[in-house]
């Protein structure tokens, strides 16, 4: 297979992979292969310092198998001490960094996740990178190449800096999705169910063949975007230009060259909606002929528009206490164990009780699991 059919591989495989977060280990096994990587790590973190962070989602993988024992071996004993963390939430967006340019002289020398951890498992030459997401969002990768002088060349980095762009959307799109509680979904005819999300999708001419109910009745009240003789159009002059560019390019006929991106639409009365636009993969254009060819797709996010955990409907459906669906319910809507424990009188101490039992009864070990059961399970938010 030549080299640039593997990178069309991959980003096909990316882009199946934004609405069934299960092929992921697909999309990062060709990933590796393009790139010429023996493995990554892929984790998405909300917030700008490790005393705030959220870690949202964390995949070991390599060549898309994961490996679970090195992945809790690093939570448990490495995360909390690994210096690079701190550094790599500051790093520009898309800056290669080698693993040894983030540690000081000393810290090669002394460091035990350095020493212990990552030299032992091939990743002492490791690259690290950061991309950006919304609202305090970090995409952050660890590279491992496959060379066996583990040097990385020209052609690996380029490579990455032709898929990077295209991991940032795949992560930024499903952290949408499973903010909206819409992560479940797995294919382009369920999103178009879609109740808090708008679904557009546009042909290779970027007229609309197909809206779901919540996009109609987004584009029908014209308060920040409209059907503008079968065209989406934003009301703001400037938004509009913006969101003409970023269509073009995802309407690009070149697999490479189409790329998805982000946007902000002011709305008419207050704040803004979120843009999400995704090319669709090779496979995905001929799979839905009943819509005339479909070759964009647009989601529009309302991201005040949340979706509320009902910690009755929780209780019932995880088997819980009470308590402990409320424990679970504040914190998958974002809140820490400090105010946890504010809102609810209860001390610190008592939430984290309550987060180990509730681990405990699903066999988890970590808040970022708990908080991915808990917006994966149907029927426990308010209408």
Same mark, same amino acid.
């Given at each position: 297979?030549?080299?640039?059919?593997?990178?069309?591989? @991959?980003?096909?495989?990316?882009?199946? *992979?934004?609405?069934?977060?299960?092929?992921?280990? $697909?999309?990062?096994?060709?990933?590796?292969?393009?790139?010429?990587?023996?493995?990554? +790590? =892929?984790?998405?973190?909300? %917030?700008?310092?490790?005393?705030?962070?959220?870690? &949202?989602?964390?995949?070991?993988?390599?060549?898309?198998?994961?490996?679970?024992?090195? *992945?809790?071996?690093?939570?448990?004993?490495?995360?909390?001490?690994?210096?690079?963390?701190?550094?790599?939430? +500051?790093? !520009?967006?898309?800056?290669? /960094?080698?693993?040894?340019?983030?540690?000081?002289? /000393?810290?090669?020398?002394?460091?035990?996740?350095?020493?212990?951890?990552?030299? !032992?498992?091939?990743?002492?030459?490791?690259?690290?990178?950061?991309?950006? %997401?919304?609202?305090?969002?970090?995409?952050?990768?660890?590279?491992?190449?496959?060379?066996?002088?583990?040097?990385?060349?020209?052609?690996?980095?380029?490579? =990455?800096?032709?898929?990077? !762009?295209?991991?940032?959307?795949?992560?930024?799109?499903?952290?949408?999705?499973?903010?909206?509680?819409?992560?479940?979904?797995?294919?382009? *005819?369920?999103?178009?169910?879609?109740?808090?999300?708008?679904?557009?999708? &546009?042909?290779?001419?970027?007229?609309?063949?197909? $809206?779901?109910?919540?996009?109609?009745?987004?584009? %029908?009240?014209?308060?920040? =975007?409209?059907?503008?003789?079968?065209?989406?159009? @934003?009301? +703001?002059?400037?938004?509009?230009?913006?969101?003409?560019?970023? &269509?073009?390019?995802?309407?690009?006929?070149?697999?490479?060259?189409?790329?998805?991106?982000?946007?902000?639409?002011?709305?008419?009365?207050?704040?803004?909606?979120?843009?999400?636009?995704?090319?669709?993969?090779?496979?995905?254009? +001929?799979?839905?002929?009943?819509?005339?060819?479909?070759?964009?797709?647009?989601?529009?996010?309302?991201?005040?528009?949340?979706?509320?955990?009902?910690?009755?409907?929780?209780?019932?459906?995880?088997?819980?206490?009470?308590?402990?669906?409320?424990?679970?319910? @504040?914190?998958?809507?974002?809140?820490?164990?400090?105010?946890?424990?504010?809102? $609810?009188?209860?001390?610190?101490?008592?939430?984290?009780?309550?987060?180990?039992?509730?681990?405990?009864? &699903?066999?988890?070990?970590?808040?970022?699991?708990?908080?991915?059961?808990?917006?994966?399970?149907?029927?426990?938010?308010?209408?």
């Amino acid at each position: 297979m030549r080299h640039q059919e593997r990178i069309e591989g @991959a980003i096909n495989a990316l882009r199946e *992979a934004q609405l069934d977060e299960a092929l992921w280990p $697909t999309a990062s096994a060709l990933f590796d292969h393009a790139c010429c990587l023996a493995g990554n +790590h =892929l984790s998405i973190i909300q %917030g700008d310092s490790l005393e705030n962070a959220r870690m &949202l989602f964390s995949q070991l993988l390599k060549r898309g198998e994961a490996d679970e024992e090195l *992945a809790d071996l690093y939570q448990r004993e490495y995360m909390a001490i690994d210096e690079r963390l701190p550094r790599l939430l +500051h790093l !520009p967006n898309g800056k290669l /960094s080698l693993c040894s340019a983030l540690l000081t002289e /000393s810290e090669i020398l002394n460091s035990p996740t350095y020493n212990e951890y990552l030299v !032992p498992t091939g990743a002492g030459n490791s690259l690290n990178v950061r991309l950006d %997401g919304l609202n305090g969002l970090h995409v952050v990768m660890a590279l491992v190449s496959s060379r066996k002088d583990s040097r990385w060349t020209n052609q690996q980095e380029e490579t =990455l800096q032709q898929l990077l !762009p295209h991991i940032q959307h795949f992560a930024c799109v499903r952290q949408a999705l499973t903010d909206a509680g819409t992560s479940a979904m797995t294919s382009t *005819a369920e999103a178009l169910s879609a109740k808090r999300i708008g679904i557009v999708l &546009l042909n290779r001419s970027g007229q609309i063949v197909e $809206t779901n109910d919540h996009a109609r009745v987004l584009l %029908g009240k014209g308060i920040g =975007l409209t059907d503008s003789k079968g065209h989406l159009f @934003a009301k +703001h002059v400037d938004d509009n230009i913006a969101l003409s560019k970023l &269509l073009a390019e995802a309407l690009e006929t070149s697999v490479v060259d189409a790329r998805g991106g982000v946007i902000s639409i002011r709305r008419a009365d207050e704040g803004f909606f979120t843009l999400y636009v995704s090319p669709f993969s090779n496979s995905d254009m +001929h799979a839905f002929g009943d819509f005339g060819g479909v070759a964009v797709m647009v989601m529009i996010v309302d991201p005040m528009d949340k979706p509320q955990v009902d910690p009755i409907r929780l209780a019932t459906a995880l088997n819980l206490t009470p308590a402990q669906a409320r424990v679970a319910a @504040a914190l998958a809507a974002g809140a820490t164990v400090q105010s946890i424990a504010a809102s $609810t009188y209860r001390s610190e101490a008592v939430v984290r009780w309550h987060l180990k039992q509730i681990m405990s009864h &699903l066999g988890i070990f970590s808040q970022r699991d708990l908080v991915r059961i808990v917006l994966t399970t149907p029927g426990i938010f308010r209408d």
